[in-house]
């Protein structure tokens, strides 16, 4: 059904198509924000303690963590995404691209942590453990907050990359903003928009990815470790 909103005029038919299903694009793209925000949710939850693991951790457990990193992060999203829905048999889509996502996300998330724990000079550690800290304590509330801080940078690009990829769930139906936008060009009698369609919701891509960039840069503004080298 069009969507009833002010279509300007003096636009050629396919570009009064786009404006006219703009609350139908609306709708693909709250998915894509949706989906964007719960897969950078699970990779923070899974990547920070594998980042802890593989710093902190035995030789086994650093071992394990970083070659799951590897293969996750070496393996194409496409094939990740079809695997936890057709081979794993996830479901709904939403839910497999979540964790297909957000693991993947997690195997580069643990790599920005890894060096912003890292960052962290190991004296603060020894002084921590020196005053009657444990490990687990001093890691907690001497590394940890110092390393969240340095991170932002690193995770600024990983927000715009796992914003991009939701697109992949294309594949396996999801009604993201690329889906829908599929499905107008798809419709009968409007094959000849599919430029028009490019052109829209690739701006909104830009103006998603930009109001993204922005946000965290205004974070690490404020988060900022004086003379810490977050820049």
């Known amino acids: ?41 699970v ?11 593989e710093v902190y951790g035995g030789r086994y457990s650093s071992g394990l963590v970083r070659n799951v990193g590897v293969v996750l992060r070496g393996t194409p999203i496409v094939v ?12 709904p889509a939403f839910f497999a691209a979540t964790v297909a996502l957000g693991f993947r996300s997690a195997a ?33 509330h001497v590394v940890l907050p110092q390393a969240l801080r340095r991170s932002v940078p690193g995770f600024q690009n990983e927000v715009t990359i796992v914003l991009k990829d939701t697109s992949i769930a294309f ?25 028009e369609l490019i052109l829209f919701v690739s701006a909104i891509y830009f103006v ?3 109001l993204a960039n922005r946000s965290l840069e205004l974070l690490n503004d404020l988060v900022a470790i004086p003379g810490g080298g977050n820049r």
Request: aromatic share 10%; glycine share 10%.
């Open 208 to 210: 998603l990815t930009l």
């Open 108 to 140: 580069y998330q643990t790599q920005i942590f890894r060096g912003a724990i890292q960052s962290v000079s190991r004296g603060q550690m020894e002084a921590a453990r020196s005053i009657g800290m444990s490990k687990v304590q001093a890691i907690r």
């Open 1 to 41: 059904m069009p969507c009833p909103v002010p279509v300007p005029g003096g636009l050629s038919p396919d570009w009064q198509y786009v404006f006219e299903n703009a609350c139908y694009l609306g709708d693909g793209l709250l998915v894509t924000i949706k989906l964007t925000l719960a897969s950078l949710l």
């Open 80 to 91: 990740i995404i079809m695997l936890a829905y057709f081979a794993f048999g996830l479901s």
């Open 171 to 195: 594949a396996i139906g999801l009604a993201e903003l690329l889906t829908k936008s599929y499905d107008l060009f798809q419709s009968i009698g409007h094959t000849t928009a599919i430029f």
């Open 43 to 53: 990779g923070f939850a899974a990547g920070l303690p594998a980042a802890v693991v």
